[in-house]
């Protein structure tokens, strides 16, 4: 069974462009997080989805945006890259949205250069 | 602010070794409090807790949560090199809309 795939694992990308993200869930979770982790910390939370509509949302600009397919795959959208956006980025995909383990994927290391 | 604090922040031990990750938390309406271990990538679950006093466990791993005094700890006995890692702990906020996370533990052993 397979479990949360992200792509791309890596990407490198130059001030001001714009960068999708993209995350599979394990097949029948319907809920999908998306999380940014900067090196030395704990990943910190951008936005959850839950049946398509967006659930939750952390503190981030407007420059960060997602949405949720029917299939409950995920993008995360970001743009008006800064330096400060390089980081790992996260996908985790859970059944419910509350009292429930996430289960993460493999990231997207990106680089603004 | 919903805030959790781990400590310490890192950890050197020697193969064999017990160690203990300590993890206390602030969060308005508890659910849940999670463990997980990263070592490349992807935070690897391990635990999730949610009433008191009840011991997890899996091999070498256990976990037990105290909500009155508002933390958790992550036991490793006869650690193993392959347990070099950083270990995270997360918290469930309020809306049940997120985890929030600690800066983690990085735990070395040598061997």
């Known amino acids: 069974d397979a479990g949360v795939t992200q792509s791309p694992t890596h990407l490198i990308k130059t001030r001001g462009q714009h960068v999708t993200l993209r995350c599979s869930p394990i097949s029948g979770h319907k809920s999908v997080s998306w999380y940014q982790q900067v090196l030395g910390q704990g990943p910190q939370f951008i936005f959850q989805?839950?049946?398509?509509?967006?659930?939750g949302r952390g503190n981030f600009p407007d420059r960060f945006s997602a949405r949720q397919f029917p299939n409950y795959s995920s993008e995360l959208n970001v743009n008006a890259l800064l330096l400060g956006d390089s980081a790992l980025y996260l996908c985790a995909s859970s059944l419910r949205t509350v009292n429930t383990e996430a289960f993460f994927g493999q990231g997207t290391r990106l680089t603004v250069v | 602010e919903d805030k959790v604090v781990q400590s310490p922040l890192s950890l050197v031990v020697h193969e064999g070794d017990t160690v203990t990750l300590n993890c206390s938390y602030e969060?308005?309406?508890?659910?849940?409090l999670l463990w997980y271990k990263q070592e490349k990538k992807a935070p690897t679950f391990l635990f999730m807790l949610t009433s008191s006093g009840i011991e997890k466990k899996s091999g070498r791993l256990s976990s037990i949560l105290d909500k009155k005094e508002l933390f958790s700890i992550l036991n490793i006995t006869a650690t193993q090199t392959g347990d070099s890692a950083v270990y995270l702990c997360a918290v469930e906020n309020q809306a049940g809309t997120a985890l929030i996370f600690g800066k983690g533990t990085t735990l070395s052993v040598s061997s």
């Open positions: 989805y839950y049946e398509k509509e967006e659930r």
């Open positions: 969060v308005t309406n508890f659910r849940s």
